[in-house]
């Protein structure tokens, strides 16, 4: 009889322990896709790594609300792209793009531009061919145009008080497009 119970009490034992290993991996590999999710959720909202040297200061010196693009054309690597602060205001910040870190915006250097600049009553409204962006968001178009030198295609739009503009030096709409929703959509 003691045998018999002992034998229900290890069977017991042993269904609990193959219960509990499978409840801890359960829980390990929720835990692990929890922090994964954590993570790309980090890198989305996470501007493209071109700004990491320049965000202190500019975080330091506007109090408008930053926004900055998570995609950036012909940043594949091949050439590497420098982002610097051309303006830092409390109401404005401009930042030029190009393929030098002394770049100072002359032609052989310059990618584009991205600014930023809380809107008043002065400033201007916006013009071009209007373009559908994300959050129902509508932005203004201005393409390129060439004659020494060819200038900024820009997208331009506002959101919650400021004025957000992205350029680049004979830029396409899709590529403004792309890279106008990757700021939006943080």
Known sequence: MMILSFRNISAVCVVFLLASASSFHKSA????????????????????????????????????????????????????????????????????????????????????????????????????????LAKSITGYFVDFTCGANCSDATLTWRQQGVQYTVGLKAGDRTSLVKMANSTINP
Not at 29 to 38: R, S
Not at 99 to 117: D, Y
């Open 29 to 132: 590999i929720a835990n692990t896709n929890n922090q994964l999710q954590l993570i790309a959720q980090q890198s989305k909202t996470q501007p493209h790594p071109v700004f990491k040297s320049i965000l202190p200061k500019l975080k330091q010196k506007t109090q408008i609300r930053i926004l900055l693009p998570k995609f950036i054309p012909e940043s594949d690597g091949e050439n590497p792209i420098y982002a610097i602060i051309e303006t830092a205001t409390q109401k404005r910040y401009d930042i030029l793009l190009g393929f030098s870190p002394a770049c100072t915006g002359g032609t052989a250097c310059r990618l584009g531009v991205l600014s930023a600049e809380a809107v008043t009553r002065k400033t201007p409204r916006l013009i071009g061919k209007r373009v559908s």
